[in-house]
C-alpha cells in the first residue's frame, strides 16, 4: 500500500520518474549552458543573459536599418526615374 501512494505521489515508477528528472535536468542544464548561466551565481547569470539580449535587440535593429539605408539608396532613385519614365508616355 505504502509503494502504491509512492508511486501515485510521484506520477508514476520511482526508478522512472528519477531517470527522467536525471534526463530532463541534463537538457535543461545544457541549454542554460548554452545561454551563459552559472548555476553558482544564477541571478548574475540572469541579469547577464537580459543584458546581453537587450543589446542584442538594438543591434538587431541597427543592422537591418543598415540594411534598409543600404536598399534604399538604390531602390527609391529607380523608382523615382521608373515614375518619372512612365509619365512621360
Do not use: C, K
Not at 508514476?12 to 535536468?25: H, K, Q
Not at 535587440?57 to 527609391?76: D, H, K, N, Q, T
Request: aromatic content about 12%; glycine content about 6%; cysteine-free.
Amino acid at each position: 500500500m505504502a509503494d502504491n501512494q509512492l508511486t501515485r505521489w510521484m506520477g508514476g515508477s520511482p526508478a522512472w520518474v528519477l531517470i527522467r528528472l536525471l534526463l530532463l535536468s541534463l537538457v535543461v542544464g545544457v541549454i542554460l549552458s548554452a545561454l551563459g548561466l552559472d548555476p553558482m551565481n544564477i541571478f548574475a547569470s540572469l541579469e547577464s543573459l537580459v543584458r546581453h539580449l537587450f543589446s542584442f535587440s538594438f543591434e538587431a535593429v541597427e543592422r537591418l536599418w543598415r540594411y534598409f539605408v543600404l536598399g534604399a539608396v538604390i531602390v527609391i532613385p529607380l523608382w523615382i526615374i521608373m515614375r518619372l519614365a512612365s509619365r512621360g508616355r
